[in-house]
T-cell receptor, first 111, second 116 residues
Framework: KNQVEQSPQSLIILEGKNCTLQ??????????LRWYKQDTGRGPVSLTI?????NTKSNGRYTATLDADTKQSSLHITASQLSDSASYIC??????????FGAGTTVTVRA | GAGVSQSPSNKVTEKGKDVELRCDPI?????LYWYRQSLGQGLEFLIY????????KSGLPSDRFSAERTGGSVSTLTIQRTQQEDSAVYLC??????????????FGPGTRLTVT
């Protein structure tokens, strides 16, 4: 069973609207949580990295939150743009290099 | 500077053939990782190199899979006697210094392998 579950599997939003992606994890012990953006045919690119003590971190129009007690994270996209169309992957690190990947949420932004 | 590069970008091979996938990490990055991404699945860890040595090979699915790294730089992932279930995108990533809790991993564009 995957230790990182993401929802929804996919979503479609209109340009300019906001959306929130969810990530629940069971990975233990916990070191850090990362959100990656993966454009079609490209490798994942890091958006944010949060450690246990961080509740929120922003990168431009992307804001990630973390609740280490409930083992939940969210990624909020503000004022979506067509270029935000991609797969967003939640990644949890137990220790060092060992990363557990969610299956991703595919976001489609339509004009 | 240049990012992580992988070649070929696409590879179609017949079942039973051997394939070699190449990864050129970012210059100076000592850690290198191989992952497999199957359709609808999360990335699956295969193997990790620190310099030329592979402390963790636990993710290799079978003994048909092997990898090496030479000169602390280029790495090759070899799949022998390919099977249809090997069809996936193979991603390589590199990171600076020792693989630590917060070191960023920089990914290449991947090699899409199709076994017919």
């Amino acid at each position: 069973k995957n230790q990182v579950e993401q929802s929804p599997q996919s979503l479609i939003i209109l340009e300019g609207k906001n959306c929130t992606l969810q990530c629940n994890y069971t990975v233990s012990p916990f070191s850090n949580l990362r959100w990656y953006k993966q454009d079609t045919g490209r490798g994942p690119v890091s958006l944010t990295i949060m450690t246990f003590s961080e509740n929120t971190k922003s990168n431009g129009r992307y804001t990630a939150t973390l609740d280490a007690d409930t083992k939940q994270s969210s990624l909020h996209i503000t004022a979506s743009q067509l270029s935000d169309s991609a797969s967003y992957i939640c990644v949890v690190s137990a220790y060092g290099y060992k990363l557990s990947f969610g299956a991703g949420t595919t976001v489609t932004v339509r004009a | 500077g240049a990012g992580v590069s992988q070649s070929p970008s696409n590879k179609v091979t017949e079942k039973g053939k051997d394939v070699e996938l190449r990864c050129d990490p970012i210059s100076g990055h000592t850690a290198l990782y191989w992952y497999r991404q199957s359709l609808g699945q999360g990335l699956e860890f295969l193997i990790y190199f620190q310099g030329n040595s592979a402390p963790d090979k636990s993710g290799l699915p079978s003994d048909r899979f092997s990898a090496e790294r030479t000169g602390g730089s280029v790495s090759t992932l070899t799949i022998q006697r390919t099977q249809q279930e090997d069809s996936a995108v193979y991603l390589c990533a590199s990171s600076p210094g020792l693989a630590g809790a917060s070191y960023e991993q920089y990914f290449g564009p991947g090699t899409r392998l199709t076994v017919t």
